[in-house]
C-alpha cells in the first residue's frame, strides 16, 4: 500500500497577523470596492483586468512585496452549497503560506470551500523523486468540523491512491494486503478466501474469472462495529487488471484497467469513514478481488457458471467480467439482509456514454434511498443521478441454456442491464444501491487531479452519516 498522501492541509483559527486574508468579491460589488481602495490597489487592478468575475484572481501586495491580501472574484456569488472548484483553483495559484477567508461564509459554503482546496494539494508521488511541494494551509472558516473535513478528504486520497497504483503493486493481493492494513488501524476482522478456497466455500464466479491469474483470485471480507446496530454492507467491484479475458480488450481499451478496481478503492474508503467517525454501523465490506487474464485456466464465452445463488449464467462476453464477481458477493451480503447495502463498481461503458465521466449514475428500487442520496449528493457537489431498474430490458440477457446471459445481445442500455443483472442476486435486502462509477479524471482540474478519482463517495458517505445519526 502506497504511503498516505499528506492531507488535509488546513489549520484551527490563528492570531490574523499570521495568515493572509482572502476577499471574495461579486462582480457587482467590485467596482464600489475598489472606488473604497487605494489609487494603488485601484491601479494593480486594472492593470491586471480584474472585475470580480467568477474565478477571477488577484493577489495584492503590500509595500513591501509581500502579499497584503488576495481576491477571489466569484461572479453572482457563491451558490448556497458552495463552490469548491473556485477555492481549489485559488490553492493552485497561491504560493505557500497560510491563508483565511476573510469574508462571511454559510456553513456549507465554508465546508467545500476547505474541501476543494485540500483536494487541490493532492499528488501521487509514490513514483517520482523530488520534493514535495509546500502546502497552502487554510484556516478553517467557521462552523467547519475539522475532524469530518479530514476524514472525507483522508478518503479521497485513499481512492486515488489505490486507483492510481499499477496493477503490479495492486494486484489482488496486494489489495487484500492494503486492506488488511486498514481493517487493523481500525479493530475490525479481516479474513480472505484466496483460489481454489473459494470452490470450497462456493464463490464459483469469483474464482471462474480470476482463475487465468498466477495472482490468486480472492475474496476479501472486513467485519466492523456493535453486532445489535443496524447492518450497512458496502461491496466494491475488485477487477484489478481487465483484459477482457478471450474477450481480448484492444490497446487503447486496456491501457486504464488499473482502474478496473475503482469500486473496490471506493468500498475501502468508504469503510475507512464510517469507521473513523465511529458511526452506530455494524459495517461489513465484501471484495472480490481478481485479475481477469488469458491463459489456458481462462474461463470461456458460452461457458455455464452456477453461482453462489444457484442461479445459472451463461457466459456471453469475458469482458462482462464485474457483474459476475459482484454476483457472489452481493449474494452473500443479501443472506444477512442487511438494513443497507451498496455497491460501487467501475461496470460499464454505457454508463460513461449516458451521463459522461463526471454524473455518477445509481440505481435503487427505493424512492426514500434515492432522494436521500440526490440530497446528500447536492450538499457534497458530488453529482449522482439515478436511472431506472426498467425490468422489460431484462428480456435482452435470455439465454437458451441458462438461467440468464452476462451480456445484452443488443448493446443497448448497457448500464440498465448490468444494474438489473445484479439485482437478480439482491432478493431479501430492501434497500440496495448499486452505483456505476468511473474512478477517473481524464484530464486535470481544479481539486481533481488526472487519475484516480472517488466520485459518489462524499454523497454516500453523507447519506450514511445522516440516516445513522441526528445529522441534518
Not at 491580501?69 to 472548484?85: K, N, R, W
Not at 455497491?343 to 445509481?362: E, I, K, S
Request: charged fraction near 20%; aromatic fraction near 6%; include cysteine.
Amino acid at each position: 500500500m502506497s504511503v498516505p498522501t499528506p492531507l488535509p492541509v488546513f489549520v484551527t483559527p490563528v492570531p490574523q497577523s499570521t495568515s493572509v486574508a482572502i476577499l471574495l468579491l461579486t462582480e457587482s460589488a467590485t467596482p464600489d470596492w475598489l472606488a473604497a481602495a487605494s489609487p494603488f490597489v485601484r491601479g494593480w487592478a486594472e492593470t491586471r483586468g480584474f472585475s470580480g468575475k467568477k474565478d477571477d484572481i488577484l493577489i495584492l501586495p503590500d509595500e513591501s512585496g509581500k502579499i497584503d491580501c488576495v481576491l477571489l472574484g466569484t461572479g453572482g456569488g457563491l451558490s448556497a452549497e458552495g463552490d469548491p472548484a473556485a477555492f481549489a483553483r485559488l490553492a493552485a495559484e497561491l504560493p505557500a503560506g497560510t491563508y483565511d477567508i476573510a469574508s462571511p461564509l454559510e456553513d456549507g459554503q465554508g465546508y467545500l470551500a476547505a474541501l476543494g482546496w485540500c483536494l487541490q494539494q493532492y499528488a501521487f508521488t509514490r513514483y517520482k523523486d523530488g520534493k514535495a511541494s509546500e502546502p497552502r494551509v487554510l484556516v478553517l472558516p467557521a462552523g467547519v468540523d475539522a475532524a469530518d473535513l479530514a476524514r472525507v478528504v483522508a478518503g479521497t486520497a485513499l481512492v486515488r491512491d489505490l486507483v492510481n497504483t499499477p496493477t503490479a503493486d495492486m494486484g489482488p493481493t496486494e489489495l487484500a494486503a492494503a486492506a488488511r492494513v486498514l481493517a487493523e488501524s481500525e479493530g475490525a476482522s479481516f479474513r480472505e478466501i484466496v483460489g481454489d478456497g473459494l470452490l470450497q466455500d462456493n464463490f464459483p464466479t469469483i474464482h471462474a474469472v480470476g482463475r487465468a491469474s498466477p495472482n490468486a483470485p480472492r475474496l476479501i471480507d472486513i467485519t466492523w462495529g456493535d453486532e445489535k446496530a443496524p447492518k450497512v454492507t458496502v461491496v466494491g467491484k475488485g477487477v484489478c487488471f481487465d483484459t477482457g479475458g478471450l474477450d481480448l480488450k484492444p490497446s487503447s481499451g486496456m491501457r486504464l484497467m488499473k482502474k478496473d478496481m475503482g469500486g473496490a478503492a471506493h468500498a475501502l474508503a468508504l469503510g475507512q469513514m464510517i469507521m473513523d467517525a465511529r458511526l452506530p454501523v455494524r459495517l461489513r465490506i465484501l471484495i472480490p478481488a481478481v485479475e481477469n487474464s488469458v491463459s489456458g485456466e481462462s474461463y470461456r464465452p458460452g461457458d455455464v457458471i452456477r453461482t453462489r445463488k444457484g442461479l445459472t449464467v451463461e457466459v456471453d462476453n469475458t469482458d462482462a467480467e464485474g457483474r459476475l464477481v459482484l454476483s457472489d458477493a452481493l449474494a452473500l451480503a443479501d443472506d444477512e439482509t442487511p438494513d443497507l447495502l451498496i455497491d460501487f463498481a467501475t461496470l460499464t461503458g454505457a454508463a460513461r456514454v449516458a451521463l459522461g465521466p463526471d454524473v455518477q449514475p445509481f440505481f435503487t428500487d427505493s424512492a426514500d434511498l434515492a432522494t436521500a442520496l440526490e440530497t446528500a449528493s447536492r450538499s457534497e457537489a458530488d453529482p449522482v443521478w439515478r436511472l431506472p431498474l426498467w425490468q422489460p430490458y431484462f428480456e435482452d440477457l435470455k439465454s437458451p441454456i441458462a438461467d440468464f446471459a452476462n451480456s445484452g445481445a443488443s448493446g443497448l442500455a448497457g448500464a440498465i442491464t448490468a444494474a438489473l443483472f445484479l439485482q437478480r442476486f439482491v432478493t431479501e435486502t430492501p434497500n440496495w444501491i448499486h452505483l456505476d462509477v468511473f474512478a477517473w479524471n481524464r484530464g486535470n482540474r481544479p481539486g481533481r487531479p488526472q487519475g484516480g478519482e472517488a466520485l459518489a463517495l462524499r454523497a454516500v458517505y453523507r447519506m450514511i452519516v445522516r440516516r445513522y445519526t441526528k445529522e441534518t
